[in-house]
């Protein structure tokens, strides 16, 4: 089950968003869902209309306290691209030192800004709508769609380089979490083997009755799981993304691809990688490494309500 990435860079719903602005509209169901592997939400406000209309762009599996997020000051005309930081929970670990001490606050560039003026500035542009079309503009100089799209790129891949660097470290609400789920996923894929997808294409090992695949000992250290294909017989690499990057898990798997290569004389072994969520770096991985498949795991929780 590879999953491949969707990349949405039609900056066509912020001139809609600025537009609805201008009106009682909250409806968001007519906007995309997805940008650059985020998910996008909106608000116009809930009743009466919002003092400050913002779209963020959000990690669909974790909440981090802090989020890429345009911020529309309606009565100063300004709209922000911002550093965006939960103002009921802020968070203990979030963008990087660099952007703390030294990007503007919002509440230092705005007098007395109605809410989230301890977000930082990243952009800021003067919509200026004419005509029913909406340009942007900054000092007075108009700002290219496109470089309005390098933008919220550059600021998406900064929030994402600093997701990877909370989740690779252990001590974080985020790493914990990841850290304890997934040592108990290896188990789980392990006991439940045969109706999981993995169990579709690939056999575990056996030698007299004896589980051999899980932690399979190597001179470099342990293979998470080795399996074997159920129709070539070449030997798999299953490795989970645990609190690590994406970069460490990619070259951790091709070592120990290489090792069963060097060693069991495997030319054509395959790798897969387990991860709670796709990423960019991951599909990067797989153009360049043919032999490596990606999947996808899912958490679901459920409350039942116990009767008598």
Same mark, same amino acid.
């Given at each position: 089950?590879?999953?491949?990435?969707?990349?949405?860079? !039609?900056?066509?719903?912020?001139?809609?968003?600025?537009?609805?602005?201008?009106?009682?509209?909250?409806?968001?169901?007519?906007?995309?869902?997805?940008? *650059? !592997?985020?998910?996008?939400?909106?608000?116009?406000?809930?009743?009466?209309?919002?003092?400050?209309? /913002?779209?963020?762009?959000?990690?669909?599996?974790?909440?981090?306290?802090?989020?890429?997020?345009? +911020?529309?000051?309606?009565?100063?005309?300004?709209?922000?691209?911002?550093?965006? +930081?939960?103002?009921?929970?802020?968070?203990?670990? $979030? /963008?990087?030192?660099?952007?703390?001490?030294?990007?503007?606050?919002?509440?230092?560039?705005?007098? @007395?800004?109605? #809410?989230?003026?301890?977000?930082?500035?990243?952009?800021?542009? $003067?919509?200026?709508?004419?005509? &029913?079309?909406?340009?942007?503009? #900054? !000092?007075?100089?108009?700002?290219?769609?496109?470089?309005?799209?390098?933008?919220?790129?550059?600021?998406?891949?900064?929030?994402?380089?600093?997701?990877?660097?909370?989740? $690779?470290? =252990?001590?974080?609400?985020?790493?914990?979490?990841?850290?304890?789920?997934? %040592?108990?996923?290896?188990?789980?894929?392990?006991? @439940? /083997?045969?109706?999981?997808?993995?169990?579709?294409?690939?056999?575990?090992?056996?030698?007299?009755? =004896?589980?051999?695949?899980?932690?399979?000992?190597?001179?470099?250290?342990?293979?998470?799981?080795?399996?074997?294909?159920?129709?070539?017989?070449?030997?798999?690499?299953?490795? +989970?993304?645990?609190?690590?990057?994406?970069?460490?898990?990619?070259?951790?798997?091709? #070592?120990?691809?290489? /090792?069963? %290569? %060097?060693?069991? &004389?495997?030319?054509?072994?395959?790798?897969?990688?387990?991860?709670?969520?796709?990423? =960019?770096? *991951?599909?990067?991985?797989?153009?360049?490494?043919?032999?490596? =498949?990606?999947?996808?795991?899912?958490?679901?929780?459920?409350?039942?309500?116990?009767?008598?």
């Amino acid at each position: 089950m590879v999953i491949g990435l969707i990349e949405i860079r !039609d900056m066509d719903f912020l001139d809609k968003f600025i537009l609805q602005t201008t009106t009682t509209s909250q409806k968001t169901k007519d906007y995309p869902k997805d940008y *650059l !592997d985020l998910k996008i939400r909106l608000s116009f406000g809930q009743g009466s209309p919002a003092k400050i209309p /913002w779209i963020s762009f959000r990690e669909p599996n974790m909440t981090f306290g802090y989020t890429p997020v345009y +911020l529309f000051y309606k009565e100063q005309n300004i709209l922000i691209l911002a550093y965006g +930081l939960n103002e009921t929970n802020p968070p203990e670990h $979030s /963008w990087t030192k660099e952007i703390h001490s030294s990007a503007t606050k919002i509440s230092d560039f705005i007098e @007395n800004p109605f #809410r989230y003026g301890d977000s930082y500035i990243f952009k800021n542009y $003067s919509p200026k709508i004419e005509n &029913g079309l909406v340009h942007y503009f #900054r !000092d007075n100089n108009e700002i290219s769609k496109k470089e309005m799209e390098n933008d919220l790129s550059e600021i998406i891949n900064t929030f994402k380089k600093c997701q990877e660097i909370e989740v $690779s470290t =252990e001590n974080s609400d985020a790493g914990k979490g990841l850290f304890y789920m997934e %040592k108990q996923l290896e188990d789980f894929i392990i006991h @439940n /083997w045969e109706d999981t997808e993995l169990g579709k294409k690939y056999n575990l090992i056996y030698e007299e009755g =004896e589980l051999k695949s899980q932690q399979f000992p190597t001179d470099i250290g342990k293979i998470d799981i080795l399996a074997k294909d159920k129709i070539e017989d070449n030997f798999v690499v299953i490795e +989970l993304k645990r609190n690590q990057t994406s970069d460490d898990t990619v070259g951790q798997i091709t #070592r120990y691809m290489g /090792w069963i %290569k %060097k060693n069991f &004389g495997d030319e054509k072994v395959k790798g897969v990688i387990v991860a709670g969520k796709y990423d =960019e770096k *991951l599909d990067y991985a797989q153009h360049m490494f043919e032999g490596i =498949e990606v999947f996808l795991y899912e958490v679901n929780f459920k409350l039942n309500e116990y009767r008598r």
